[in-house]
């Protein structure tokens, strides 16, 4: 019904104008901006003047080559949905974007409206963090530490580089438990085998010790002497698990 249309027009306009995230309302024959909301001028810094009535590449929002793989999107899969893209502050500044856009009836007519979510801090934390993971790796390379962790929900091994090279593996193989223990050339060398890892799990103790083990699956001739420690498990909400690290003494010929 007539009632039933325009309320639903009212919470449209109302979801339009006050989602803090940015939204705008385009032509779909050639992508003329129509409307946009009050959180898209906040987070870019543009005026109605300067987006209203204009391409988002005319306006400087956006580059020819991403208004072109968003057009992509449209023509080939009818709508676009979470992709990164690099939006263009009016200051000149740069912003990292998270656009999604879908096909609307707005008065009879075929739109475009679209969102952007700004995850540049998001973008930031995950390079900085990848950063210091980085570092990390080549400093332990340089002291030759390598680190491994068990996730004890699905008794997955996660290897650092220098961790698989001591062990004599590839960083993408898959061990399993037995094949971690098998690593090891006497019983009483296993980890777990004087109460360890029992210990780590049950009361978070601490151990460090030294042992002899196989650097690598398929060659059982080679060996490698190293220092093993934890500083016990890591527990939170959804998982526990036991992180430790192995430092490479010396290598030997068995």
């Known amino acids: 019904t007539e009632e039933a249309l325009q309320t639903s027009e009212a919470k449209f306009s109302k979801a339009f104008w006050n989602a803090p995230f940015l939204m705008t309302l385009s032509t779909l024959e050639d ?6 909301n009050d959180a898209f001028y906040g987070l870019t810094g543009f005026t109605p003047e300067q987006v209203l009535g204009k391409t988002l590449t005319e ?13 992509g999107y449209f023509e080939r899969d009818g709508h676009a949905r ?9 200051d000149g ?11 609307v009836e707005v008065d009879g007519v075929m739109r475009i409206l679209s969102t952007a979510v700004d995850i540049t801090e998001r973008k930031r934390a995950e390079y900085r963090l990848a950063h210091a993971y980085e570092l990390l790796e080549r400093s332990n390379e340089a002291a030759r530490i390598g680190s491994w962790e068990i996730d004890l929900g699905t008794l997955e091994i996660t290897w650092s580089r220098v ?5 004599g593996l590839f960083p993408d193989t898959k061990v399993t438990i037995d094949q971690w223990l098998s690593f090891y ?8 085998s ?19 083990v196989l650097t690598a699956l398929e060659c059982r001739d080679d060996q490698a002497w190293t220092r093993i420690d934890t500083p016990g498990p890591i527990r939170d909400a959804a998982r526990r698990s ?6 490479n003494h010396r290598q030997h010929a068995a």
Not at 59 to 71: E, H, M, T, W, Y
Not at 185 to 192: D, I, K, L, S
Not at 242 to 247: G, L, Q
């Open 194 to 212: 004087v109460g360890s890892v029992g210990d780590v799990l049950s009361w978070g103790q601490a151990f460090d010790f030294e042992s002899t």
């Open 31 to 36: 992508g003329r901006c129509l409307e946009a």
């Open 82 to 90: 979470e992709v990164e893209v690099e939006i263009h502050r009016a």
């Open 185 to 192: 050339v006497h019983e009483e060398q296993v980890p777990g």
């Open 163 to 167: 961790a698989s090279e001591i062990f």
């Open 242 to 247: 036991i992180p430790a690290s192995s430092r």
């Open 59 to 71: 306006a400087g929002f956006i580059d020819q080559s991403v208004r072109k793989d968003l057009v």
């Open 93 to 103: 500044s740069r912003m990292t974007g998270l656009y999604s856009g879908v096909l």
